[in-house]
């Protein structure tokens, strides 16, 4: 069993920037694969970016390819998501995942992950 917390979100200006921290727990946290989804209100939820256990490989929606950077740091089961130059369309709810499975050749929004987190909320204002 892996637990998630989520931390580093909040209300920003648009073309700022963020960096949302996850740290995971339990047995197997530093072997799991990472991500983070987001869920803005009334759509549905999309993958964000992707890390595999070792941070060796990460992959990134197309949305915020380029703006985006997952990194990890496994002595303190934390992964990060640094989101540069903020749209208000970035607002969301933005969850942590963990995935038993610590590679996957692809990623994307219907991936199913094993461990979610609460979410942090997210609000890019023009």
């Known amino acids: 069993q892996v637990q998630l917390e989520e931390s580093g979100g909040g209300l920003v200006q648009a073309g700022a920037s963020l960096r949302l921290s996850c740290t995971a727990s339990?047995?197997?946290?530093?072997?799991?694969?990472m991500g983070w989804f987001r869920q803005a209100p009334g759509k549905e939820r999309e993958f964000v970016a992707y890390?595999?256990?070792?941070?060796?490989?990460?992959y990134y929606a197309d949305s915020v390819e380029g703006r985006c950077t997952i990194s990890r740091d496994n002595a303190k089961n934390t992964v990060y998501l640094q989101i540069n130059s903020l749209k208000p369309e970035d607002t969301a709810v933005y969850y942590c995942?963990?995935?038993?499975?610590?590679?996957?050749?692809?990623?994307?929004?219907?991936?199913?992950?094993?461990?979610w987190g609460q979410g942090t909320q997210v609000t890019v204002t023009s």
């Open positions: 995942v963990a995935d038993r499975t610590g590679y996957r050749a692809v990623v994307d929004s219907h991936t199913p992950f094993d461990y």
């Open positions: 339990g047995r197997t946290a530093s072997r799991s694969a």
């Open positions: 890390v595999t256990w070792s941070g060796s490989t990460t």
